[in-house]
């Protein structure tokens, strides 16, 4: 069924889990993605972000996304991700996601809460939902955290959501996007802080290559909601690997890496919690 995070990040937070975020280029994603959740009776966030969309144009995977979603026997949520530009929002919104994140944390803090807060109000005229970001994902580092480091202080989180209205907010806590190349250094008290003062939903960016304990730690410290993304390229591209060294046909050759991507998806719905809530 479709919906959008309002429902299911509510629900989360309320039953101190977290729901995943699956960006999806292709239907063989998809179809590993929804399928995964309808196995496990696991609400789902399937979606695309703008920096894939030279993978999988919004025109052209919007229409399988939604009418998997509305199919499926589980909430499913479908989100745009990393919005840059409010022209791409506005299509994906047109197009008919449930959700849209505009991201404008590289630019001015000002500019961020005007636009953002832009976003939330049209968004919220069509029923969809909104995730913003505040701080630098993949640029903090240590410090005393008002000053020397980039990590998202609690005063900025309560004035960004105060300011804007989003349903559900990313913030910095030491996660990167992409393949990590060195141990990500995460700050869950800082986590905690912001947690304790602010109701909005909290996000991870940068999941793929967290430890299991990472995630474990950072939903027990209060986010709901976790981005996935390059642990299902690697699982697909590893099974591809395979198949083509043991001779497998195309259509073969596709199957093993849907299987391998849903098996990858599973593996994170159990670990958020997530499995046998939808």
Known sequence: MLTNLIDVL???QQGHYAVGLFNATDSDMLEAVIGAAEELCSPVIVGTA???LPYGELKLIAPSMIAAAKRASVPVVVHFDHGLTFERCIEALKL???SIMYDGSAGAEADNLRDTAEIVR???AFGASVEGEIGHVGLAA???GE??????TPAEAIEFAEATGVDALAIAIGTAHGVYKAKPKLDIDRLKEIRAVLDTPLVLHGGSGLSDQDFRNTIEAGITKVNIHTDLCLAGLAAMRAGIAEGLDYLALRQRKVDAIKAEVKKKLELFGCAGKG
């Open 10 to 12: 509510a629900k989360a």
């Open 50 to 52: 703008q920096v894939l």
């Open 96 to 98: 008919g996601f449930t």
């Open 122 to 124: 049209i968004c919220h």
């Open 142 to 144: 240590a410090g005393d």
């Open 147 to 152: 000053v020397k480091d980039m990590y998202t």
